[in-house]
């Protein structure tokens, strides 16, 4: 079973400029999250999606930050400008059943981001 | 906000000693997820503890969850260089969205 994917691993960009990750998660699971894990602290939850609906985007800064997740399937997120405290690795993961917090998360490889 | 924290920050072992960490939340937790996040590598599911007082083993890997299911620990018995990692510890994180609250983790260091 393939796992979680998600591109690109590593991305350099300098404050202001905008960037996009992308995560394809495993075939058939109904709920895709997005994650931000500043070095040394554990994954933040910045987006939930159930299928292609938004379920808790709480602590998604909305004025810089966006996602989306077109079909159900695929799921992008973007930081538009990004500013120096966005450097993070930023982690999808996904889960088969939805609103289900019992649900085992399986996680990509994450996209590590370097602001300058 | 709800939260779980997790204790210590930090733990040098010798290759055989035992380790341990320790996770406390203020509220009671339905359920209690840790997860191993290798050296530049991502988290990864070891295990879940739904019971209060649940014990479960996976070789040398221990993990409790208390009687009034707002702690948990993991000890690791007999440290091994592949136990190097950070290790999280993971809650519900309230509503019915089943999203997860992570704790800060626990690095753990195994000098050969």
């Known amino acids: 079973e393939a796992g979680v994917a998600q591109s690109p691993r590593y991305k350099i960009i300098e404050k202001r400029q905008s960037v996009a990750f992308w995560c394809n998660p495993i075939?058939?699971?109904?709920?895709l999250y997005w994650y931000q894990q500043i070095l040394g602290q554990g994954p933040k939850l910045l987006i939930q999606?159930?299928?292609?609906?938004?379920?808790?985007d709480s602590q998604l800064p909305k004025d810089r930050f966006s996602a989306e997740r077109l079909k159900g399937v695929d799921s992008t997120l973007k930081i538009q400008p990004a500013k120096l405290e966005d450097s993070a690795v930023y982690l999808c993961?996904?889960?088969?059943?939805?609103?289900?917090?019992?649900?085992?998360?399986?996680f990509g490889p994450g996209t590590r981001l370097l602001v300058l | 906000g709800q939260q779980v924290m997790q204790i210590p920050q930090y733990q040098h072992v010798q290759e055989g000693e035992d380790f341990t960490t320790y996770c406390n939340s203020s509220?009671?937790?339905?359920?209690i997820q840790w997860y191993k996040q290798r050296p530049g590598g991502h988290p990864v599911f070891l295990i879940q503890?739904?019971?209060?007082?649940e014990v479960k083993k996976q070789k040398r890997l221990t993990f409790q969850f208390g009687e009034a299911k707002k702690n948990s620990s993991l000890h690791i018995t007999a440290t091994q260089t592949t136990d190097v990692g950070t290790y999280f510890c993971?809650?519900?994180?309230?509503?019915?969205?089943?999203?997860?609250?992570f704790g800060k983790g626990t690095k753990l260091s195994v000098k050969p």
């Open positions: 993961a996904s889960s088969l059943v939805a609103g289900v917090s019992r649900e085992t998360q399986y």
């Open positions: 075939s058939g699971h109904a709920t």
């Open positions: 999606f159930q299928n292609n609906g938004v379920v808790d």
């Open positions: 509220t009671t937790l339905s359920n």
């Open positions: 503890l739904v019971k209060s007082g």
């Open positions: 993971a809650g519900p994180g309230g509503g019915s969205q089943g999203n997860l609250i």
